[in-house]
């Protein structure tokens, strides 16, 4: 099973990946230009698996940049409050 097939296996993935990096002692500003490439790579390449990653697809579309940065903020806060 893929980590994209659920949505809670999915921010299971990304909160340990936050664990992860934060372990290693990458800063804010770091993680969340992580962040925000994966939002691309995954808007771009990866078809969304459930209802969850289609909003946050249709929203990632419809954003400009500084949104865009918002909304992978957003996840990063969303996964680091497990």
């Not at 500003?29 to 771009?44: K, M, R």
């Not at 697809?57 to 940065?69: P, T």
């Amino acid at each position: 099973m893929s980590v994209l097939d659920s949505w809670d296996h999915w921010k299971e993935f990304l909160g340990d990946r936050l664990d992860q990096a934060q372990h290693e002692g990458m800063n804010e500003n770091i993680v969340s230009d992580v962040a925000y490439q994966v939002g691309e790579y995954l808007a771009e390449q990866v078809e969304p698996k459930n209802e969850q990653e289609r909003v946050l697809a249709e929203l990632w579309k419809v954003a400009d940049e500084k949104e865009q940065h918002a909304i992978a903020n957003m996840m990063v806060k969303l996964v680091g409050h497990k």
